[in-house]
């Protein structure tokens, strides 16, 4: 009875487990997308600022003020933009894999107990 209780017990860690890296894998999904639609922004933008001639200035958005520019800085800000939301992609997809990993580990434990218990 008590091997009874015990894989009750596991049975209902792994259930939570699996719900909380069900949301937490969504959170990041999430994030992931709106990143990918910021980069794509980006990307139109620096589209259209390569269009226009190099001398133009160009009005930046920094916090809740507007600074005039000159585009070739406005383009270099933007790819450092991208550069760092390219980064927080790679970091929210390899939580994705560690956080689904370690959920197979989990279940993979948890079916080792269940054979471990029907052997007995």
């Known amino acids: 009875m008590a091997a009874d209780q015990e894989l009750k017990k596991a049975f209902l860690e792994l259930q939570a487990k699996m719900a909380e890296t069900n949301q937490r ?3 990041a999904q999430v994030q992931i997308d709106n990143l990918k639609r910021a980069n794509m922004r980006i ?3 620096q589209k259209e600022i390569n269009e226009l001639p190099p001398e133009t200035k160009i009005y ?3 916090g809740r003020m507007f600074m005039l ?4 800085e406005v383009c270099q800000n933007l790819l450092a933009k991208k550069q760092v939301n390219e980064g927080k992609i ?3 997809e390899t939580s994705i894999t560690h956080w689904t990993d370690n959920l197979k580990q989990s279940e993979e434990n948890l079916r080792e107990m269940i054979t471990v218990h029907r052997d007995k």
């Open 43 to 45: 990307t139109l933008t």
């Open 69 to 72: 520019l000159p585009a070739s």
């Open 90 to 92: 790679k970091t929210q």
């Open 25 to 27: 894998v969504s959170i």
């Open 60 to 62: 930046e958005s920094i």
